[in-house]
Nanobody, 124 residues
């Protein structure tokens, strides 16, 4: 079993900051990448930010809408990813989901795993 524990989120005024963290654990053989997606009401889930593992060079990728405002990082162990969100806007309001791409005992060819999601609300 793979577990993704998300922390952070909540309500903040426009221009404020929040930090999301996600820790992966369980029967993981190798982590390929981790990232954050979000889904606003009535919209499709979209990529927010993504970071590859050390072998992948720790390459980051961001949605155009968050570039310059959000920063994704990974801890040295490689199983915790943090999303620092600054200058938040009302349009950032959404449920944010942690994503893990990894080889696991259950899925030796690699698979996608998702957290339960954490709500971020940006409103005055």
């Amino acid at each position: 079993q793979v577990q993704l524990v998300e922390t952070g989120g909540g309500a903040v005024q426009p221009g404020g900051s929040l930090r999301l963290s996600c820790t992966a654990s369980g029967s993981i053989t190798e982590i390929y990448s981790m990232g954050w997606y979000r889904q606003a009401p009535g919209k499709k889930r979209e990529l927010v930010a993504h970071i590859t593992n050390i072998i992948g060079g720790g390459t980051t990728n961001y949605a155009d809408s968050v570039k310059g405002r959000f920063t994704i990082s990974r801890d040295n162990a490689g199983n915790t990813v943090t999303l620092q969100m600054n200058s938040l806007k009302p349009e950032d309001t959404a449920v944010y989901y942690c994503n893990l791409e990894a080889m696991t005992v259950q899925d030796p060819y690699g698979g996608d795993y998702w957290g339960d999601g954490t709500l971020v609300t940006v409103s005055s």
